[in-house]
């Protein structure tokens, strides 16, 4: 299935989230967008096959947003993150309701949750 929503989240400076979103969790900047130099970005990020939205707009959104992202095996990708240096939140735990999942935070405390079924 195709997404069909995409996540917009805040931030502050889009230098120092890049550096956790694509060096660290593995995204790829699709675009940016600028209307000036100086002025704050927009851009997209994809990794596989999900795509989010970060803004430097104050107007945008707050900080402190939340995404949760379903994945194929939470275990795999916590280590795939954790090898790149990426410390969890919260590492994978097992939930009542039947998936493994794990939270990241970034620069601005906006939460990253990763999970699969169990």
């Known amino acids: 299935m195709q997404q069909t929503v995409i996540p917009q989240l805040r931030i502050t400076s889009a230098e120092r989230s890049l550096s956790l979103y694509v ?3 593995g995204f790829s900047v ?3 967008h600028q209307f000036e130099p100086g002025f704050p970005l927009f851009l ?8 989010i939205f970060l ?10 947003g939340a995404v949760y992202f379903k994945v194929p095996d939470a275990p795999a990708c916590h280590a795939e993150f954790a090898a790149r240096g990426i410390t969890a939140t919260q590492p994978p735990t097992q939930t009542p309701w039947g998936t493994c999942e794990f ?3 970034d620069p601005d405390g906006n939460r990253l949750r990763f999970a699969s079924d169990l």
């Open 23 to 25: 060096d660290g969790l």
């Open 30 to 32: 699709d675009w940016k």
């Open 103 to 105: 939270v990241l935070t």
């Open 55 to 64: 803004t430097e707009h104050a107007g945008d959104c707050q900080v402190g």
């Open 44 to 51: 997209q990020l994809t990794r596989s096959g999900q795509t």
